[in-house]
């Protein structure tokens, strides 16, 4: 065992006392999500929390950003950051701290909202890693930035600290971390190096017809028909135009036209999501949806050029190779084989933004939180994909334990394979 070892089994020792205090602050943000910029009530708990536990706070970076500072002597520092925002989804998982809470969303909708993306166990694993680091002071030494990022559902979280001053407000760190809780048995952790998260995009596309009585069709250009064929063609650009084996996303997630069933409208809006690993074939995508969607739009004689919006742009998530290096390894000593290598993901984060802004290397990682049992199970009668939730469902329901104790454990590891005695 090496000195780093030592230093997280000194810190780790605390987890048994924490876990009460820990289990219960993660039921309670599970029970009253927030959507993004909205975590008025999270930031404040995560903010009061980090004062109790010695760290120099400051808070509404942005919008409900908040950032904990840990001095503790010289050496290196290591910033760590988790998502605060939840979805506007309905919970439908039964358990016994299930939201019940509604919320106002951008758009003035009134919506459920449920933490359907694991970002309360992100909060829980950062404020307990925070607090075991604080109070086991003599194992480590350096500074321990802990951040707290609003909506990074709407992709804007990371950007509106950094405009924030958020560069301004902290040391320099040598390395940023995250992680993210998966579809995956709990208790395991799996690091990658290179790309690991796809880029996203949104798209939206509005065409032109000309609106006309539904008895009418002769006299109208009719955007539902026009919208309908776009869909099609929009199929071929993945299976057609991008070389086999490039991974590429393209989904239709919207379209709407018209408002009832006599009246042919004069414009459809198709909303359109991208995903990939590399910026060419990025490009590829969107060039190929400009040249079908004018195509088929002056085959169907639209009176008007289509109008296309890209928004809620996701960069790629692409791991440094030596600090995914380093904490693959301390997390291969400390979690033996639950520590694994973890294949490329097809979602998209808006984390590495903040690094590569601040011009430093960064690594994210993935925590399971499945019941093992459930996962096993479903394994074995090949159903995982129909049986167990993933992110963004309404039964997704992470299993509390052992995905905290997982979660704060790969915090506090990751961050002492710098700031442990080791180093
Ligand atoms: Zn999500
Ligand atoms: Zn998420």
Not at 126 to 145: D, F, N, Q, V
Not at 202 to 213: A, Q
Request: hydrophobic share 40%.
């Amino acid at each position: 065992m090496s000195d780093n070892d030592g230093s997280a089994s000194i810190v780790l020792a605390g987890q048994s006392t924490i876990a009460e205090w820990q289990e219960d602050f993660y039921r309670t943000v599970h029970r009253h999500p927030e959507l993004g910029h909205q975590e008025v009530k999270t930031a404040a708990a995560v903010a009061a929390a980090l004062r109790r536990f010695g760290f120099e706070v400051q808070e509404k970076i942005g919008s409900t950003g908040v950032i904990g500072i840990l001095q503790n002597g010289d050496g290196p520092v290591v910033l760590m950051r988790a998502d605060m925002d939840a979805l506007p989804v309905e919970e439908a998982t039964g358990l016994p701290y299930a939201s019940a809470d509604r919320a106002t969303d951008g758009d003035g909708n009134d919506v459920p909202v449920m933490h359907a993306c694991g970002h309360d166990a992100h909060v829980a694993c950062l404020l307990g890693a925070a607090r075991l680091l604080s109070e086991k002071p003599a194992a480590w030494h350096g500074t321990y930035i802990a951040l707290f990022q609003p909506a990074e559902e709407l992709a804007d979280g990371a950007e509106v600290m950094l405009k924030g001053g958020l560069a301004t407000m902290i040391p320099r760190p040598d390395v940023a971390l995250a992680q993210h809780m998966l579809p995956i048995p709990a208790g395991r952790v799996g690091t990658r190096a290179g790309t690991f998260l796809s880029s996203g995009d949104s798209m939206r596309v509005t065409v032109s017809g000309r609106g006309s009585h539904g008895s009418m069709p002769q006299l109208s250009v009719d955007p539902v028909v026009l919208a309908s064929t776009i869909v099609v063609r929009l199929q071929g650009i993945v299976a057609r135009e991008i070389t086999p084996g490039e991974f590429a996303v393209l989904t239709v997630g919207r379209i709407a036209g018209g408002s009832k069933s006599n009246i042919i409208s004069d414009h459809a809006v198709l909303e359109l999501n991208i995903r990939t690993f590399s910026e060419t074939t990025r490009t590829t995508i969107v060039k190929a949806i400009h040249r079908i969607v004018e195509g088929e739009c002056a085959t169907s004689g639209s009176p008007m050029r289509p109008r296309f919006e890209l928004y809620d742009h996701y960069p790629v998530t692409e791991n440094d190779p030596d600090a995914t290096a380093r904490v693959a390894d301390a997390f291969a000593r400390y979690f033996d084989d639950r520590a694994f290598t973890i294949d490329r993901q097809s979602a998209s984060e808006d984390f590495s933004e903040i690094p590569n802004t601040l011009g430093v290397p960064y690594t994210y990682w993935g925590v399971g939180c499945i019941d093992a049992d459930l996962y096993a199970k479903a394994e074995a009668a090949g159903s995982v994909s129909t049986d167990i939730p993933s992110n963004h469902s309404p039964n997704f329901a992470p299993a509390l334990e052992p995905t905290l104790q997982t979660g704060t454990a790969a915090a506090v590891v990751a961050a002492l394979a710098w700031l442990g005695d080791n180093y």
